[in-house]
Protein backbone atom coordinates (compact mmCIF):
# COMPACT_ATOMS: atom_id res chain seq x y z
CA UNK A 1 0.00 0.00 0.00
CA UNK A 2 1.29 3.27 -0.85
CA UNK A 3 1.55 6.08 1.70
CA UNK A 4 -0.69 8.64 0.96
CA UNK A 5 -0.03 12.14 -0.88
CA UNK A 6 1.50 15.04 0.71
CA UNK A 7 -0.58 16.60 3.32
CA UNK A 8 -0.93 19.59 0.90
CA UNK A 9 -2.65 17.91 -1.43
CA UNK A 10 -4.91 15.75 0.92
CA UNK A 11 -5.82 19.19 2.13
CA UNK A 12 -6.66 20.03 -1.83
CA UNK A 13 -8.62 17.27 -1.69
CA UNK A 14 -10.58 18.44 1.87
CA UNK A 15 -11.78 21.52 -0.20
CA UNK A 16 -12.36 19.67 -2.64
CA UNK A 17 -14.79 17.40 -1.34
CA UNK A 18 -16.27 19.75 1.42
CA UNK A 19 -17.14 22.14 -1.59
CA UNK A 20 -18.53 19.17 -3.98
CA UNK A 21 -20.82 17.97 -0.48
CA UNK A 22 -21.99 21.63 -0.04
CA UNK A 23 -22.98 22.14 -4.08
CA UNK A 24 -24.84 18.82 -3.76
CA UNK A 25 -26.17 19.09 -0.33
CA UNK A 26 -30.10 18.67 -1.42
CA UNK A 27 -30.27 14.89 -1.09
CA UNK A 28 -33.09 12.86 0.49
CA UNK A 29 -34.63 14.30 3.58
CA UNK A 30 -36.19 10.75 4.73
CA UNK A 31 -33.03 10.44 6.90
CA UNK A 32 -29.88 8.44 7.32
CA UNK A 33 -30.88 4.93 5.85
CA UNK A 34 -27.47 3.67 6.69
CA UNK A 35 -26.59 2.91 9.89
CA UNK A 36 -23.39 1.39 12.23
CA UNK A 37 -23.34 -1.45 14.30
CA UNK A 38 -23.42 -1.77 18.05
CA UNK A 39 -19.92 -0.26 18.58
CA UNK A 40 -21.17 2.64 17.08
CA UNK A 41 -18.09 2.65 14.51
CA UNK A 42 -18.52 0.41 11.05
CA UNK A 43 -15.23 -1.31 10.19
CA UNK A 44 -14.79 -2.09 14.03
CA UNK A 45 -16.45 -5.56 13.72
CA UNK A 46 -17.87 -7.65 10.91
CA UNK A 47 -20.77 -6.83 9.62
CA UNK A 48 -21.27 -3.57 11.89
CA UNK A 49 -22.07 -1.46 8.61
CA UNK A 50 -25.99 -1.97 8.10
CA UNK A 51 -28.55 -0.49 5.55
CA UNK A 52 -32.27 -0.50 7.05
CA UNK A 53 -34.84 -1.84 4.84
CA UNK A 54 -37.97 -0.82 6.96
CA UNK A 55 -38.89 1.71 4.77
CA UNK A 56 -38.56 0.18 1.61
CA UNK A 57 -41.46 0.71 -0.84
CA UNK A 58 -41.46 -3.07 -1.52
CA UNK A 59 -38.46 -4.50 -0.48
CA UNK A 60 -37.77 -8.64 -2.32
CA UNK A 61 -34.30 -9.96 -1.09
CA UNK A 62 -34.12 -12.64 -3.45
CA UNK A 63 -35.56 -11.44 -6.25
CA UNK A 64 -33.68 -12.49 -9.94
CA UNK A 65 -31.59 -15.28 -8.02
CA UNK A 66 -33.04 -18.88 -8.93
CA UNK A 67 -31.75 -22.28 -7.72
CA UNK A 68 -28.84 -22.03 -9.97
CA UNK A 69 -28.14 -18.56 -11.37
CA UNK A 70 -28.63 -14.80 -10.40
CA UNK A 71 -29.58 -12.25 -12.69
CA UNK A 72 -28.22 -8.38 -12.93
CA UNK A 73 -29.15 -5.58 -15.32
CA UNK A 74 -27.25 -2.83 -16.91
CA UNK A 75 -27.64 0.40 -19.30
CA UNK A 76 -25.38 2.31 -20.97
CA UNK A 77 -25.29 3.39 -24.39
CA UNK A 78 -24.71 0.93 -27.17
CA UNK A 79 -24.94 3.26 -29.85
CA UNK A 80 -24.04 6.80 -30.72
CA UNK A 81 -21.91 9.48 -29.49
CA UNK A 82 -20.87 7.26 -26.28
CA UNK A 83 -21.47 3.84 -27.90
CA UNK A 84 -17.52 2.99 -27.20
CA UNK A 85 -18.58 2.59 -23.07
CA UNK A 86 -20.23 -0.37 -24.82
CA UNK A 87 -16.80 -2.16 -25.03
CA UNK A 88 -17.36 -2.15 -21.07
CA UNK A 89 -20.13 -5.35 -20.99
CA UNK A 90 -17.47 -6.76 -23.49
CA UNK A 91 -15.22 -7.32 -20.93
CA UNK A 92 -17.85 -8.28 -17.91
CA UNK A 93 -19.57 -10.47 -20.30
CA UNK A 94 -16.52 -12.68 -21.00
CA UNK A 95 -15.35 -12.59 -17.23
CA UNK A 96 -18.50 -13.78 -16.40
CA UNK A 97 -18.43 -16.51 -19.20
CA UNK A 98 -15.26 -17.71 -17.90
CA UNK A 99 -16.02 -18.08 -14.43
CA UNK A 100 -19.59 -19.75 -15.18
CA UNK A 101 -17.73 -22.18 -17.37
CA UNK A 102 -14.78 -23.24 -14.73
CA UNK A 103 -15.94 -22.40 -11.31
CA UNK A 104 -19.86 -22.70 -11.81
CA UNK A 105 -20.56 -19.01 -11.35
CA UNK A 106 -20.17 -17.77 -7.65
CA UNK A 107 -21.96 -20.74 -4.97
CA UNK A 108 -23.29 -22.90 -7.77
CA UNK A 109 -25.23 -19.95 -9.26
CA UNK A 110 -24.10 -18.78 -12.79
CA UNK A 111 -24.28 -15.04 -13.21
CA UNK A 112 -25.93 -13.33 -15.93
CA UNK A 113 -26.62 -9.90 -17.01
CA UNK A 114 -29.38 -8.13 -19.10
CA UNK A 115 -28.49 -5.01 -20.79
CA UNK A 116 -30.15 -2.03 -22.37
CA UNK A 117 -29.33 0.89 -24.54
CA UNK A 118 -29.38 4.25 -23.12
CA UNK A 119 -27.41 5.97 -25.41
CA UNK A 120 -26.27 8.21 -22.90
CA UNK A 121 -29.59 9.53 -22.25
CA UNK A 122 -30.80 9.44 -18.74
CA UNK A 123 -34.80 9.60 -19.41
CA UNK A 124 -34.04 6.38 -21.09
CA UNK A 125 -31.88 5.23 -18.60
CA UNK A 126 -34.76 5.20 -16.25
CA UNK A 127 -37.21 3.49 -18.68
CA UNK A 128 -34.83 0.81 -18.95
CA UNK A 129 -34.18 0.34 -15.37
CA UNK A 130 -37.68 0.07 -14.38
CA UNK A 131 -38.46 -2.36 -17.25
CA UNK A 132 -34.85 -4.43 -16.19
CA UNK A 133 -36.18 -4.09 -11.87
CA UNK A 134 -40.33 -4.44 -12.94
CA UNK A 135 -40.98 -7.21 -15.62
CA UNK A 136 -37.39 -8.44 -15.97
CA UNK A 137 -37.20 -9.43 -12.21
CA UNK A 138 -33.37 -8.63 -12.12
CA UNK A 139 -31.52 -9.07 -8.23
CA UNK A 140 -29.46 -5.59 -8.93
CA UNK A 141 -28.23 -3.17 -11.29
CA UNK A 142 -24.77 -3.32 -11.94
CA UNK A 143 -22.06 -1.05 -14.15
CA UNK A 144 -24.91 1.61 -15.25
CA UNK A 145 -22.76 4.30 -17.68
CA UNK A 146 -22.94 8.18 -16.45
CA UNK A 147 -23.24 10.66 -14.14
CA UNK A 148 -26.66 11.92 -15.23
CA UNK A 149 -27.59 8.63 -15.78
CA UNK A 150 -27.23 7.32 -12.36
CA UNK A 151 -28.62 10.41 -10.93
CA UNK A 152 -31.88 9.47 -12.73
CA UNK A 153 -32.15 6.24 -11.16
CA UNK A 154 -31.04 6.85 -8.05
CA UNK A 155 -33.72 7.72 -5.53
CA UNK A 156 -36.41 4.74 -7.53
CA UNK A 157 -33.49 2.46 -6.68
CA UNK A 158 -33.19 3.63 -3.22
CA UNK A 159 -37.18 3.53 -2.94
CA UNK A 160 -37.12 -0.13 -4.14
CA UNK A 161 -33.71 -1.12 -2.03
CA UNK A 162 -32.49 -2.61 -5.19
CA UNK A 163 -28.27 -2.23 -5.47
CA UNK A 164 -26.77 -0.29 -8.28
CA UNK A 165 -23.85 -1.30 -7.97
CA UNK A 166 -20.12 -0.37 -8.88
CA UNK A 167 -21.51 2.21 -11.41
CA UNK A 168 -19.60 3.25 -14.40
CA UNK A 169 -18.74 7.17 -12.56
CA UNK A 170 -16.26 8.67 -10.84
CA UNK A 171 -19.23 11.49 -9.70
CA UNK A 172 -18.21 12.44 -5.76
CA UNK A 173 -22.02 12.21 -5.35
CA UNK A 174 -21.56 8.35 -4.91
CA UNK A 175 -20.14 9.30 -1.41
CA UNK A 176 -23.73 10.32 -0.14
CA UNK A 177 -24.58 6.78 1.53
CA UNK A 178 -26.28 8.25 4.49
CA UNK A 179 -28.81 9.36 1.86
CA UNK A 180 -28.33 6.69 -0.69
CA UNK A 181 -26.85 3.34 0.56
CA UNK A 182 -28.01 1.34 -2.12
CA UNK A 183 -25.46 2.59 -4.44
CA UNK A 184 -21.92 2.82 -4.98
CA UNK A 185 -19.13 3.74 -7.16
CA UNK A 186 -16.05 2.06 -8.96
CA UNK A 187 -14.00 3.91 -10.72
CA UNK A 188 -11.70 6.93 -8.69
CA UNK A 189 -13.52 9.85 -7.66
CA UNK A 190 -13.54 12.83 -10.80
CA UNK A 191 -12.33 15.08 -7.60
CA UNK A 192 -9.44 12.94 -6.12
CA UNK A 193 -8.41 12.76 -10.51
CA UNK A 194 -8.42 16.59 -10.45
CA UNK A 195 -6.66 17.07 -7.31
CA UNK A 196 -4.24 14.60 -8.38
CA UNK A 197 -3.45 16.57 -11.97
CA UNK A 198 -3.48 19.89 -9.40
CA UNK A 199 -0.91 17.90 -7.53
CA UNK A 200 1.53 17.29 -10.48
CA UNK A 201 0.92 20.70 -11.50
CA UNK A 202 2.33 22.20 -8.66
CA UNK A 203 5.28 20.35 -9.08
CA UNK A 204 6.07 19.93 -12.28
CA UNK A 205 4.22 23.63 -13.30
CA UNK A 206 3.76 25.72 -10.46
CA UNK A 207 2.93 28.80 -12.44
CA UNK A 208 0.38 27.14 -15.54
CA UNK A 209 -2.13 29.15 -16.91
CA UNK A 210 -5.16 26.40 -17.05
CA UNK A 211 -7.95 26.61 -19.58
CA UNK A 212 -10.62 24.02 -19.06
CA UNK A 213 -12.86 22.43 -21.24
CA UNK A 214 -15.98 20.04 -19.17
CA UNK A 215 -19.14 18.69 -20.28
CA UNK A 216 -22.34 20.54 -19.53
CA UNK A 217 -23.45 18.34 -16.50
CA UNK A 218 -22.77 17.09 -13.00
CA UNK A 219 -19.72 14.68 -14.97
CA UNK A 220 -18.04 18.17 -16.09
CA UNK A 221 -18.93 20.38 -13.55
CA UNK A 222 -16.95 17.95 -10.72
CA UNK A 223 -13.85 18.23 -12.73
CA UNK A 224 -14.17 22.09 -12.95
CA UNK A 225 -15.04 22.75 -9.59
CA UNK A 226 -12.64 20.05 -7.96
CA UNK A 227 -9.83 21.58 -9.73
CA UNK A 228 -9.88 24.89 -8.77
CA UNK A 229 -10.77 23.76 -5.11
CA UNK A 230 -7.44 22.05 -5.68
CA UNK A 231 -5.30 25.11 -6.53
CA UNK A 232 -6.68 27.43 -4.43
CA UNK A 233 -3.32 29.51 -2.70
CA UNK A 234 -1.23 28.78 -5.69
CA UNK A 235 0.09 30.25 -8.19
CA UNK A 236 -1.64 28.14 -10.51
CA UNK A 237 -4.55 30.07 -12.35
CA UNK A 238 -7.67 29.00 -14.52
CA UNK A 239 -7.77 31.62 -17.08
CA UNK A 240 -10.40 30.36 -19.33
CA UNK A 241 -13.65 27.92 -19.11
CA UNK A 242 -15.80 26.63 -21.96
CA UNK A 243 -18.82 24.13 -21.99
CA UNK A 244 -20.38 21.90 -24.37
CA UNK A 245 -23.39 19.85 -24.71
CA UNK A 246 -23.56 15.98 -24.57
CA UNK A 247 -25.38 15.85 -27.50
CA UNK A 248 -22.67 18.26 -29.45
CA UNK A 249 -21.34 17.28 -32.28
CA UNK A 250 -17.62 18.50 -31.63
CA UNK A 251 -16.35 21.47 -29.79
CA UNK A 252 -14.62 23.48 -32.42
CA UNK A 253 -16.09 26.92 -31.27
CA UNK A 254 -14.70 25.78 -27.36
CA UNK A 255 -11.26 24.68 -28.35
CA UNK A 256 -11.03 27.86 -30.65
CA UNK A 257 -11.80 30.32 -27.24
CA UNK A 258 -9.32 28.45 -24.73
CA UNK A 259 -6.72 27.86 -27.53
CA UNK A 260 -6.66 32.09 -27.62
CA UNK A 261 -7.06 32.38 -24.13
CA UNK A 262 -2.75 32.24 -23.32
CA UNK A 263 -3.28 29.21 -21.56
CA UNK A 264 -0.06 26.77 -21.64
CA UNK A 265 -2.24 23.92 -19.93
CA UNK A 266 -5.39 22.29 -20.85
CA UNK A 267 -8.39 19.85 -18.99
CA UNK A 268 -10.19 18.32 -20.27
CA UNK A 269 -13.05 17.12 -18.75
CA UNK A 270 -14.79 15.53 -21.71
CA UNK A 271 -15.00 12.34 -22.58
CA UNK A 272 -15.80 9.42 -24.94
CA UNK A 273 -15.21 10.86 -28.48
CA UNK A 274 -15.05 14.45 -27.21
CA UNK A 275 -11.58 13.42 -26.07
CA UNK A 276 -9.89 12.83 -29.75
CA UNK A 277 -12.05 15.38 -31.07
CA UNK A 278 -10.33 18.11 -28.62
CA UNK A 279 -7.36 16.68 -29.36
CA UNK A 280 -6.97 17.47 -33.07
CA UNK A 281 -9.04 20.70 -32.77
CA UNK A 282 -6.13 21.80 -30.27
CA UNK A 283 -3.28 20.15 -32.87
CA UNK A 284 -4.93 22.19 -35.78
CA UNK A 285 -4.92 25.42 -33.56
CA UNK A 286 -1.25 25.30 -33.37
CA UNK A 287 -2.09 25.51 -29.56
CA UNK A 288 0.51 23.27 -27.68
CA UNK A 289 -0.37 23.31 -24.12
CA UNK A 290 0.10 20.46 -21.32
CA UNK A 291 -3.31 18.23 -21.59
CA UNK A 292 -4.75 16.59 -19.28
CA UNK A 293 -7.80 14.40 -20.51
CA UNK A 294 -10.45 12.60 -18.00
CA UNK A 295 -9.53 8.79 -17.13
CA UNK A 296 -12.84 7.65 -18.73
CA UNK A 297 -10.82 8.63 -21.98
CA UNK A 298 -7.68 6.49 -20.80
CA UNK A 299 -8.36 3.69 -23.60
CA UNK A 300 -6.41 3.12 -26.32
CA UNK A 301 -9.58 2.79 -28.74
CA UNK A 302 -10.92 6.01 -27.51
CA UNK A 303 -7.90 8.46 -27.23
CA UNK A 304 -6.49 6.67 -29.99
CA UNK A 305 -8.75 8.10 -32.31
CA UNK A 306 -7.11 11.08 -32.19
CA UNK A 307 -5.32 11.81 -35.41
CA UNK A 308 -1.08 10.64 -35.05
CA UNK A 309 0.61 13.09 -32.91
CA UNK A 310 -2.36 14.89 -31.84
CA UNK A 311 -2.74 12.75 -28.58
CA UNK A 312 1.25 12.15 -28.32
CA UNK A 313 2.64 13.05 -24.42
CA UNK A 314 -1.13 13.39 -22.98
CA UNK A 315 -1.77 13.21 -18.98
CA UNK A 316 -4.45 11.36 -17.34
CA UNK A 317 -5.06 9.40 -14.36
CA UNK A 318 -4.43 5.43 -14.41
CA UNK A 319 -5.42 2.69 -12.28
CA UNK A 320 -5.34 -0.13 -14.41
CA UNK A 321 -3.04 -2.03 -16.67
CA UNK A 322 -3.26 -0.95 -20.08
CA UNK A 323 -3.12 -3.94 -22.33
CA UNK A 324 -0.69 -2.34 -24.52
CA UNK A 325 1.81 -1.76 -21.87
CA UNK A 326 4.44 -4.73 -22.94
CA UNK A 327 5.69 -4.57 -18.93
CA UNK A 328 2.93 -6.45 -18.09
CA UNK A 329 3.55 -9.15 -20.82
CA UNK A 330 4.07 -11.49 -18.22
CA UNK A 331 2.13 -10.27 -15.52
CA UNK A 332 -0.63 -13.63 -13.78
CA UNK A 333 -3.51 -10.88 -13.84
CA UNK A 334 -2.74 -9.81 -17.92
CA UNK A 335 -2.15 -13.27 -18.88
CA UNK A 336 -5.37 -14.22 -17.55
CA UNK A 337 -7.38 -11.22 -18.72
CA UNK A 338 -5.19 -12.41 -22.27
CA UNK A 339 -5.71 -15.94 -22.16
CA UNK A 340 -9.36 -16.32 -21.06
CA UNK A 341 -10.90 -13.60 -22.85
CA UNK A 342 -9.74 -15.11 -25.71
CA UNK A 343 -11.11 -17.87 -24.52
CA UNK A 344 -14.49 -16.81 -23.74
CA UNK A 345 -15.36 -14.30 -26.35
CA UNK A 346 -12.92 -11.29 -26.60
CA UNK A 347 -11.62 -10.31 -29.88
CA UNK A 348 -7.48 -9.89 -30.29
CA UNK A 349 -8.54 -6.48 -31.11
CA UNK A 350 -10.51 -5.40 -27.98
CA UNK A 351 -7.67 -7.77 -25.99
CA UNK A 352 -6.18 -4.59 -26.23
CA UNK A 353 -8.88 -2.05 -24.97
CA UNK A 354 -8.60 -0.50 -21.94
CA UNK A 355 -12.21 -0.25 -21.66
CA UNK A 356 -12.79 -3.75 -22.18
CA UNK A 357 -10.11 -4.42 -19.18
CA UNK A 358 -12.00 -2.28 -16.98
CA UNK A 359 -15.47 -4.39 -17.54
CA UNK A 360 -13.31 -7.52 -17.02
CA UNK A 361 -11.94 -6.02 -13.60
CA UNK A 362 -15.75 -5.17 -12.82
CA UNK A 363 -16.60 -8.48 -13.25
CA UNK A 364 -13.91 -9.99 -11.13
CA UNK A 365 -14.98 -7.12 -8.43
CA UNK A 366 -18.66 -8.35 -8.33
CA UNK A 367 -17.78 -12.00 -8.42
CA UNK A 368 -15.57 -10.89 -5.52
CA UNK A 369 -18.42 -9.11 -3.30
CA UNK A 370 -21.08 -12.00 -4.18
CA UNK A 371 -18.25 -14.70 -2.71
CA UNK A 372 -18.06 -12.82 0.25
CA UNK A 373 -21.73 -11.84 1.13
CA UNK A 374 -22.40 -13.88 4.27
CA UNK A 375 -25.81 -14.52 1.98
CA UNK A 376 -27.40 -13.72 -1.25
CA UNK A 377 -29.70 -10.97 -0.81
CA UNK A 378 -30.40 -7.33 -2.11
CA UNK A 379 -29.41 -6.27 1.73
CA UNK A 380 -26.47 -8.74 2.44
CA UNK A 381 -24.40 -7.87 -0.81
CA UNK A 382 -24.94 -4.20 -1.15
CA UNK A 383 -23.53 -4.15 2.75
CA UNK A 384 -20.84 -6.38 1.35
CA UNK A 385 -19.81 -3.83 -1.16
CA UNK A 386 -19.83 -1.39 1.22
CA UNK A 387 -17.33 -3.69 3.55
CA UNK A 388 -14.99 -4.17 1.29
CA UNK A 389 -11.22 -4.76 2.57
CA UNK A 390 -7.99 -5.38 0.44
CA UNK A 391 -9.50 -6.22 -2.55
CA UNK A 392 -7.12 -6.86 -5.64
CA UNK A 393 -8.82 -8.18 -8.99
CA UNK A 394 -8.71 -8.29 -12.76
CA UNK A 395 -6.16 -5.31 -13.52
CA UNK A 396 -5.39 -3.19 -11.23
CA UNK A 397 -2.01 -1.44 -10.59
CA UNK A 398 0.57 -3.17 -8.33
CA UNK A 399 -0.02 -1.31 -4.95
CA UNK A 400 -3.74 -0.30 -5.41
CA UNK A 401 -6.68 -2.88 -3.54
CA UNK A 402 -10.05 -2.04 -3.48
CA UNK A 403 -11.20 -0.87 0.37
CA UNK A 404 -14.74 0.45 1.41
CA UNK A 405 -16.14 1.47 4.65
CA UNK A 406 -19.72 2.72 4.13
CA UNK A 407 -19.51 4.53 7.28
CA UNK A 408 -16.89 6.62 7.09
CA UNK A 409 -14.81 5.79 3.52
CA UNK A 410 -17.32 4.61 0.61
CA UNK A 411 -15.18 5.24 -2.33
CA UNK A 412 -13.63 1.62 -3.74
CA UNK A 413 -10.66 2.99 -5.51
CA UNK A 414 -8.43 5.83 -4.26
CA UNK A 415 -5.10 5.73 -5.51
CA UNK A 416 -3.55 6.58 -8.78
CA UNK A 417 -0.87 7.40 -11.05
CA UNK A 418 -0.09 10.09 -13.86
CA UNK A 419 0.50 8.28 -17.31
CA UNK A 420 1.92 9.92 -20.00
CA UNK A 421 0.36 8.72 -23.75
CA UNK A 422 3.32 8.15 -25.91
CA UNK A 423 0.98 6.83 -28.91
CA UNK A 424 1.04 3.44 -28.32
CA UNK A 425 0.10 2.94 -24.57
CA UNK A 426 0.36 5.24 -21.14
CA UNK A 427 3.63 5.20 -19.53
CA UNK A 428 3.41 5.35 -16.00
CA UNK A 429 5.14 8.76 -14.12
CA UNK A 430 6.54 8.71 -10.81
CA UNK A 431 4.74 6.82 -7.82
CA UNK A 432 0.71 6.39 -6.84
CA UNK A 433 -0.83 9.18 -5.38
CA UNK A 434 -3.05 7.44 -2.50
CA UNK A 435 -6.25 9.81 -1.00
CA UNK A 436 -6.88 6.24 0.77
CA UNK A 437 -9.20 6.51 3.64
CA UNK A 438 -9.24 10.28 3.32
CA UNK A 439 -12.33 10.94 0.75
CA UNK A 440 -14.84 9.17 2.36
CA UNK A 441 -15.28 11.40 5.77
CA UNK A 442 -15.39 15.16 3.95
CA UNK A 443 -18.44 14.45 1.50
CA UNK A 444 -20.01 14.11 4.90
Known sequence: MQKPSPARAVTALVLVLALVAAACSGGRDEGQTATTGPSGTAGEQEGAFTIDTANCESYKPTQGIT???????????QS?????FAKISVGYEAYFRYLNATEGGVGGKQIKVITRNDEYLPERTLTNTQELVQNEGVFAMFNVVGTPNNLAIRDELADQCVPNLFVATGSPLWGEVDAYPWLIGSIPSYATESAIFADYLKKNKPNAKVAVLYQNDDFGESYLTAFRAAIDGTDIEVVSTASYNPTDPEPRDQITTLAASGADTALLAATALKCPQSLNLIRESNWNPTIYISATCTSNTVVGLAQPGANDGVLSSIYLKDPSDPQWADDPAMQQFQQYGAQYGISQEDLRNGIVGYGWTMGAL????????PELTRQAVMQTAYSLQDVQVGLLLPGITINTNGAQDPFPIEQMQIGRYNGQYWELQGQLTSFEGTSGQFVR
Open 67 to 77: EDSITFGSSFP
Open 80 to 84: GLYAA
Open 366 to 373: LAETLRRS
